[in-house]
């Protein structure tokens, strides 16, 4: 008989916060190893009265692990948003990713006029990703609605202030940086009921403040429908999007949840979309259709090709964000299966070429920054031990992306890892030297554990028991002094 995990645990609500809660001494982490690793995720799975369905619905919380020369401490807080405090009155006030909200029909209404109107009716948690613009710490979504929050206190400030005008409703909550201009891109989608209109932009955070993030559209095309882009690329020369058989349309929006209203559809002509970042011409390469919501690095090589590594879920002819469901998660039903893909792109040839590179079920992919958009070797993530089927991410991978076989891992039983946050050693110029910091549930337990292992080999250096179990995060990043502002 199939074993039934304890993961689904990991998804019990998590309502109380804490505030610099000491979790151990840091005399056991390598002395470069200060600063502050900031986290978000869904944490509470009842809003008001509405039990939600799915793993991203849930009220977005924010976390902060502070490692100082002497104490390791611990903090968390719920954004304060309009939905938390409706919620703190008994309400469901927005749509969540797959939960529509309790409205009654004038609510409804309302809403499909506002939405009609291009309003920003469209309003759920911040629960997916952190930025950093300037100084402005942001928790985001893929909606247009990010929030700023203070990262020291984890207070909420409000909705993040731009000084353009650039419109849209939707967006990635993965904007790609380039280490070495300091300008930082995303895509703002404008729904519209005829055509959706795609923009990318560009900040010079180098050039930003507090009270002036500006945002400088590069380029604009359209689409009769919308592609779902959970994250995209970026090289030297080149912003490099992906329209796959995950679409939907402005009419479905209106009246599904987001995640319902995302459909395969198999009659899709998928293409890379290449945009050039300083002319913003745009150049279309078809491609044979396949699924990715997380890329892993992209770079140009030196015959000119770009190539891009990601992540694809294999066998399906289904929106990946189907197998969050939690109803699904508790009766194991999750099934995970994703492959690391390289595609490389010839535009002089006007070819895309894919090429398997391991088949291990690795998400949540993190690289070693300094490695961004150039050639590199390593990649870690979660992953889901074989040993164990149907069963969560349960693991911890180093994969070597040029030896398919050098592979490295931490897999315990019971144990369940979210997103590793790879740290590079600073006096080292090694791309492997640095440590593995993550949250990990420990299902036996319920609580979770801060887990610190060796980048290079994989090996535990320190582990430190939390107050409390931290439901499964999405992303996050490491700061190395979060108190001097750029
Ligand atoms: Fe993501």
């Not at 959970?230 to 402005?250: M, W």
């Not at 189907?322 to 099934?335: C, T, V």
């Not at 090694?430 to 337990?445: F, K, L, Q, S």
Request: with cysteine.
């Amino acid at each position: 008989m199939e074993k039934n995990y304890d993961f689904i645990k990991g998804f019990d609500s998590l309502n109380r916060e804490y505030t610099q809660f000491t979790i151990g001494n840091s005399n056991k982490l390598p002395n470069w190893l200060r600063g502050t690793l900031l986290k978000v995720g869904p944490a509470q799975f009842k809003i008001g009265k509405t039990d939600v369905k799915h793993w991203f619905d849930g009220l977005a919380m924010l976390y902060k692990f502070e490692i100082t020369d002497k104490e390791i401490f611990f903090s968390n807080s719920f954004i304060k948003s309009s939905q938390y405090q409706a919620h703190q009155n008994g309400k469901m006030l927005h749509d969540e990713f797959a939960t529509k909200a309790p409205l009654g029909i004038l609510g409804k209404i309302k809403n499909l006029i506002g939405m009609m109107l291009g309003k920003d009716v469209l309003n759920p948690n911040c629960n997916v990703n952190i930025a950093k613009i300037a100084d402005n710490f942001i928790a985001m979504t893929e909606v247009n609605n990010n929030m700023s929050f203070n990262q020291l206190s984890l207070g909420t400030i409000g909705k993040t202030k731009y000084i353009d005008t650039i419109k849209g409703q939707m967006t990635t909550a993965h904007p790609v940086y380039d280490n070495e201009t300091g300008e930082l891109f995303n895509l703002l989608i404008e729904i519209a009921p005829r055509q959706i209109k795609y923009k990318i932009y560009k900040i010079n955070t180098r050039d930003s403040n507090n009270s002036s993030i500006l945002r400088e559209q590069i380029a604009e095309f359209s689409k009769p429908y919308l592609f779902y882009s959970h994250s995209f690329f970026l090289t030297s020369k080149y912003i490099i999007l992906y329209a796959g058989p995950i679409e939907t349309s402005a009419t479905r929006l209106l009246t599904h949840s987001f995640n319902e209203a995302l459909i395969y559809n198999k009659d899709c002509k998928s293409e890379f979309i290449i945009i050039d970042r300083k002319s913003g011409n745009i150049k279309y390469l078809p491609v044979a259709p396949f699924i990715f919501l997380h890329g892993i690095n992209s770079y140009e090589s030196e015959k000119q090709q770009l190539i891009i590594d990601l992540i694809t879920y294999e066998n399906l002819e289904d929106n990946p964000y189907n197998k969050f469901y939690l109803e699904k998660l508790a009766q194991n039903r999750i099934d995970i299966s994703t492959t690391i893909k390289r595609y490389t792109l010839d535009l002089e040839l006007m070819t895309a070429t894919s090429q398997l590179i391991t088949d291990t079920n690795i998400e949540f992919p993190q690289i070693n920054r300094k490695y961004h958009n150039q050639e590199y070797n390593y990649v870690w993530g979660v992953y889901g031990d074989n040993s164990r089927p149907n069963d969560f991410f349960n693991g911890l991978i180093k994969q070597n992306i040029n030896l398919t076989n050098d592979i490295k891992v931490w897999h315990e039983a019971e144990f369940y890892p979210s997103e590793p946050i790879f740290i590079k050693n600073p006096t080292s110029n090694d791309e492997d030297d640095g440590i593995i910091m993550t949250n990990v549930y420990d299902a036996n337990r319920h609580i979770s554990i801060l887990l610190f292992l060796n980048a290079s080999d994989m090996t535990e250096i320190a582990r430190f028991d939390l107050p409390c179990h931290i439901p499964f995060t999405l992303h996050g990043n490491f700061y190395n002094n979060i108190k001097k502002p750029l």
